[in-house]
């Protein structure tokens, strides 16, 4: 870098990884002494029920919070130019001045993007477009899930929004016989 030049991290890929290197160091270290202190707390309460339910609610919670760093670090790895954290918190005007490129979806014509909203939504309730993705349509609850896992990709209620929103009607899904 020349000397008066200045640079962003995510987009200066040696500072990108230190700071990603850093990231996955405190996450390895710091979890095992809130788990600790949360367990001894935990033990502390009588009502083995309500126990079972804070035990629970803080494992999903876990779960989230893992998901969400991986789909952050594949959104880093696709596009290292994307501010994922402003893209999660939804800080719409960074997103757009790392996007010049997005302008083009915005411009596509309408009858191609409800054609490719109903091929998507089509594909999204085809159990065999879907198993090649080890993904299952539940025909019984409308939703979307990875076959052995059963993590819920998208729920009953979501799918019938992109259904109403591809000008479908009710799930008609193909159903392997």
Do not use: H
Not at 89 to 101: F, H, S, V, Y
Not at 114 to 122: K, Y
């Amino acid at each position: 870098m020349l000397a008066g030049e200045s640079t962003t991290i995510r987009k200066d890929t040696s500072l990108l990884e230190y700071v990603r290197m850093r990231e996955q160091e405190q996450l390895a270290v710091s979890p095992m002494k809130v788990t600790k202190a949360v367990e001894r707390c935990l033990d502390d309460i009588e009502d083995l029920g309500l126990r079972a339910e804070i035990r629970f609610r803080l494992a999903r919670a876990a779960q989230v919070e893992q998901d969400l760093r991986r789909l952050k670090e594949g959104m880093r790895r696709m596009r290292p130019t994307i501010d994922v954290d402003a893209l999660v918190e939804g800080r719409k005007q960074e997103i757009a001045n790392d996007l010049p490129a997005a302008q083009s979806v915005a411009e596509a014509k309408p009858s191609q993007s409800v054609a490719q909203l109903v091929s998507a939504v089509s594909r999204l309730t085809d159990p065999r477009s879907l198993s090649k993705c080890g993904l299952v349509y539940n025909v019984e609850f409308g939703n979307v899930t990875e076959r052995s896992s059963r993590f819920e990709l998208l729920t009953a209620d979501e799918v019938r929004a992109l259904r109403w929103a591809a000008g479908l009607g009710p799930s008609t899904a193909v159903t392997d016989s």
